[in-house]
């Protein structure tokens, strides 16, 4: 496991919304859940049914939608669980990929964001190559890029990093980070949690690149070289596409879930103002991660109903 530049955050403020305003935008998401995953049951029910033009009846009863834990719930179990651990610094935002604005908890200033940063440097990179402006086959380092790319993001390699940073050019990356709505200084590595999660959400919607690349850049945030933050905490039948990161005192995951043809983003950044990790910081990951997914993917019995 490779330790990432040391960057120190300079802190920037990111206005937190009002909790009305989070609770209309949690129900919101709540609601578009409620709706796919009861679409899903639907399309079961029927293919679990008599084939089309066959005798016998057409099921009468609609399963009903699997109904999440209250919006302003899930907000005071989320805001629970960073009160019980005040001693690290911990800032949280959660995005439908498919809806508006994150919703942020917690310190939303800016973090170190350690290794989290690659992926703005993996989607700059294949933005050039969609431009005819470079290519995956050519010569970086002792490989090609496609090998730095892969390198970077799935097993968090520096060495790759800084080649490909290098490729891409400083400030190409600051521009190519403002032109997707993230304000990004490579030599600082500063983000906010809703800023990756912004980055995330564009890239998994098919907004940065093409579909090949996509799936491509996406392909290389599973089976990582650490599984132990977001994706251990997550329940089973969850996909995840995430990039970890850690530096100092930062401990952080960023990921895409996607659950029965729902997707959302979910960012943790924490820091033990210490400088040093602890094992507490992975614990509260993990844990925000199962109170976020219990709310928004409620599990389904084998009756067709949600728990």
Same mark, same amino acid.
Not at 123 to 129: G, S
Not at 203 to 210: I, V
């Given at each position: ?39 899903? /049951?639907?399309? &079961? ?8 033009? !066959? %005798?016998?009846?057409?099921? $009468?009863?609609? @399963? #009903? ?98 080649? /490909?940073?290098? &490729? ?8 190519? !980070? %403002?032109?997707?709505?993230? $304000?990004?200084? @490579? #030599? ?117 109903? $949600?728990?």
């Amino acid at each position: 496991m490779s330790a990432d530049p040391a960057l120190r955050p300079a802190g920037r403020h990111f206005r937190a919304s009002r909790k009305g305003r989070r609770v209309l935008l949690l129900a919101l998401l709540f609601s578009a859940v409620a709706l796919v995953i009861g679409a899903s /049951l639907v399309f &079961a029910a029927v293919r679990s049914g008599p084939l089309a033009g !066959a %005798a016998g009846p057409v099921p $009468a009863a609609v @399963p #009903e939608a699997p109904v999440a834990v209250a919006p302003d719930a899930l907000e005071d179990r989320i805001n629970s669980v960073l009160e019980e651990n005040d001693d690290y610094r911990i800032g949280l935002a959660l995005a439908d990929v498919s809806g508006d604005a994150a919703l942020t908890f917690g310190d939303q200033e800016a973090f170190t964001a350690a290794s989290t940063a690659k992926i703005i440097t993996a989607a700059a990179y294949y933005h050039q190559v969609e431009n005819g402006e470079a290519a995956l086959d050519e010569p970086l380092g002792d490989y090609d890029a496609a090998f730095q790319l892969e390198a970077m993001v799935n097993e968090s390699n520096n060495d790759s990093w800084l080649l /490909l940073m290098d &490729a891409v050019g400083y400030p190409q990356l600051t521009e190519y !980070a %403002a032109s997707i709505g993230v $304000a990004y200084d @490579p #030599e600082e590595n500063l983000l906010t949690p809703a800023e990756m999660a912004l980055v995330l959400k564009r890239l998994y919607a098919g907004d940065l690149l093409n579909a090949e690349n996509t799936a491509q850049l996406l392909g290389y945030m599973q089976d990582t070289n650490n599984e132990e933050l977001i994706p251990a905490g997550s329940q089973a039948g969850v996909e995840v596409f995430h990039k970890y990161g850690e530096f100092g005192g930062e401990l952080h995951d960023a990921a895409v879930l996607t659950y029965r043809g729902s997707s959302f983003v979910l960012v943790v950044y924490t820091e033990n103002p210490g400088g040093s990790r602890e094992p507490g910081q992975a614990d509260v990951i993990r844990e925000l991660t199962g109170l976020v997914e219990e709310s928004l993917f409620p599990p389904v019995q084998p009756g067709g109903q $949600a728990r």
